[in-house]
């Protein structure tokens, strides 16, 4: 069958959905790129935000239309709205076939072939932990390749609904990662990126307390990564603060494949709110935790998440956020209003902060964050930097984009030898806003 593939909401999503797809080929399907083409239409959910959700729900009810066109038409819904959901969805949505929550995803092809035969609607939402072996199926690579090397999350932060639709935390084996991580850097990977919910409490078991200082199976990891042939880079979303110990700081500084940048999520700078978050640490542990990143790896650069407008947030508490980020100096932030979310703890709190309040205090950050950036990036001109070639740039077809192991965009006139993949020393001329400009080194 001719199957179409939409993804929402995050990088974990966009990697469930290309494993599905792996496995789909794997089992003699095709993959097309338009719903019009198709024989069956999956739709890989997210419930983090509700706009996600909306989002999703509106597309799969217009699809009623396309199926009123093609009867035979099969429509399943899988992923993190559908394990919210479930049985729910086929009550809202008449035209859809079937539901796969995210402990059943590895069922996509058997739920197929069900449908087909039967035309019997059903919703699967049971946790089934040999759904993580499906992990390791790719599609087509190319320099880059994504990893998962957990599934679901422990920690149970006030806002966030990931560990009731995800699961608890559960560790793929060293020696699985390895083995698709070699696989993939024969194929002409250069660069694999490591997600989970924490990645930096992989092979914990579960143990929600950060572990004692020496050690860290999220550092072995790293550092058995680093010797695959092949690979140039290593990068690694999202973890937890308080799991950064002397053991993991350390195999971070030597690992030379390993990035210099840390997507570390703050959500708050209040010490007040962070408690009312779950989130387990103070501002001042934060900010002690990057100050000893940076002693151990002077170039290094921060990204984090925040979010503005939670229950009980005040402007004093807004402040401290605002405060806190200037001087951790991100250069790179993903700021969101809140929303509540069902089924999370903070949804039976009372949504103080207007939208028009959460959207101011969204706008300052944001306007410090652009100028935080442009500043840094000048501070660059006349460097040189290490860059990994991505391919040719999105608003002008004469350059190429690439990325340094910062994390930085830098945009440059390619020449003959520049392929995907490659890494080449350039000069940086100019800056902008949020990219920088140079002109290659010639080897």
């Known amino acids: 069958m001719k199957i179409f593939i939409k993804t929402y909401g995050c990088q974990m999503n966009e990697r469930d ?38 989002k999703a729900k509106g597309k799969i009810g217009y699809m009623k239309k396309l199926k009123l066109r093609k009867p035979d038409l099969i429509i399943g819904v899988m992923g993190c709205m559908a394990q919210r959901l479930g049985d729910q969805l086929l009550a809202e949505l008449p035209h859809l076939d079937f539901v796969l929550g995210t402990g059943q995803l590895h069922r996509a092809p058997e739920a197929i072939a069900e449908i087909s035969a039967q035309r ?25 390749a994504q990893i998962a090397i957990t599934r679901g999350c422990n920690r149970f932060c006030s806002y966030c ?25 024969a194929a ?7 997600l989970g919910q924490n990645v930096a409490a992989y ?33 690694y979303t999202s973890p937890y603060v308080s799991y950064f110990n002397d053991r993991l700081i350390e195999a971070l500084a ?5 990035c210099h940048n840390i997507h570390l999520p703050l959500q708050s700078g209040s010490d007040r709110i962070l408690q009312a978050m779950n989130r387990q640490y103070t501002a001042r542990s934060y900010l002690d935790k990057v100050a000893q990143l940076r002693s151990a790896i002077s170039d290094l650069t921060f990204s984090t998440d925040v979010i503005v ?32 979310r069902p089924g999370a703890k903070s949804a039976l709190l009372a949504d103080t902060v207007s939208e028009e309040e959460k959207l101011r205090r969204n706008n300052i950050l ?50 003959a030898t520049v392929v995907p993949g490659a890494v080449r020393q350039v000069k940086i001329t100019r800056s902008g806003g949020v990219s920088l400009f140079g002109e290659l080194i010639q080897e």
């Open 161 to 185: 609904i990931v560990p009731y639709v995800r699961g608890r935390e559960a560790s793929r084996s060293l020696e699985s990662i390895l083995t698709e991580a070699r696989a993939l850097a």
């Open 203 to 235: 092979g914990l078991n579960g143990d929600i307390r950060p572990p004692a200082a020496g050690h860290s199976p999220f550092a072995e990891l790293l550092e058995a990564l680093n010797e695959i042939p092949g690979l140039e880079r290593i990068r």
């Open 254 to 258: 030597k690992c030379r494949k390993v």
């Open 120 to 144: 019997k609607r059903f919703a699967a939402i049971d946790v089934a932990p040999e759904e993580i072996d499906m992990l390791g199926a790719h599609g087509n690579t190319s320099w880059s």
């Open 17 to 54: 959905s290309e494993a599905i797809g792996a496995l789909l080929k794997s089992s003699g399907h095709t993959l097309v790129d338009t719903e019009n083409d198709a024989d069956v239409l999956l739709f890989n959910t997210c419930s983090v935000r509700d706009a996600a959700e909306r």
């Open 309 to 340: 407008g939670f229950p009980g947030e005040e402007e004093s508490d807004f402040a401290l956020t605002r405060d806190l980020m200037n001087e951790v100096g991100f250069e790179q932030a993903f700021i969101f209003k809140y929303s509540p």
């Open 366 to 415: 944001l306007d410090d964050l652009q100028h935080r950036i442009s500043t840094k990036l000048a501070t660059l001109t006349g460097s040189v930097q290490e860059v990994l070639c991505e391919g040719v740039s999105a608003r002008n077809e004469s350059r190429w984009t690439g990325r340094t192991g910062t994390n930085f965009v830098v945009h440059f006139e390619p020449d």
């Open 188 to 194: 002409g990977v250069k660069e694999i990126l490591l």
